[in-house]
């Protein structure tokens, strides 16, 4: 059970209750973009075990994920988490972005609406370290392969980088790529069977060319 002011929140997000926008209005949600209650607990824990001082998420629309990530990271009394999504003010109103506020939470949560591509080696130049990663962007291959080759340049031994939405065929192969070509990343068990977890064991110590089936 979480504090009762992030239950309450959550409640009437997975209720389907309109929510408020970064206007003040008040924005109907779809019902489909969303983490389930399970997806949301195993981040919480993962975040009060890790205690990160950083966390990153790809991907933040409606902001179920935020809460339970800004939740922990309250519950711990320190840390910060930066989430990032082109289409917050448009598509989705500002309605994630308003997570920080209603948990009192803003001083510790920021929100860049610019794609990963743009942002992640942006903050590798300014040699940003991360200790916990949830990607949830764009489920593309492609988009997805980016958001974990850049994720990870920014996450040092013992960083545990999440995968969601394992049902699509393009995360599986996401996976099956990261577990023959990446020794420095380690598969650890996930209680679920729609997200995976992987944890960083080394470095990149692939030589040029170096390319295995996958």
Known sequence: MLPHDAEALLKTMYDGAPQVGA?????????VTR????????????CLDREPEVVLETGLAYGFSTVFLLTALREAGRGRHIALDPFQSG???GVGAQRGLQLGM?????????????VLPRLAAQRLRVQLVFIDGGHHFD?????????ARLCDVGAVIVL???NRPSI???????????????????????????ERVGKDERQ???FVRF
């Open 208 to 210: 040029g060319g170096h």
């Open 172 to 198: 599986r192969c996401l996976v099956r790529y990261i577990e023959a070509n990446r020794k420095d990343w380690r598969r650890i068990p996930s209680p679920l069977a729609n997200a995976c977890l992987f």
């Open 23 to 31: 206007d003040g209005a008040f924005h109907l949600m779809d019902s």
């Open 164 to 166: 969601d939405d394992l």
């Open 91 to 93: 598509h989705w109103h």
């Open 106 to 118: 803003q001083d510790r949560f920021s929100v860049i609406e610019e794609r990963a591509e743009h």
């Open 143 to 151: 988009s997805a392969m980016l958001d974990f080759t850049l994720a």
């Open 35 to 46: 983490i389930s209650r399970e997806q949301g607990m195993l981040l919480y824990h993962l």
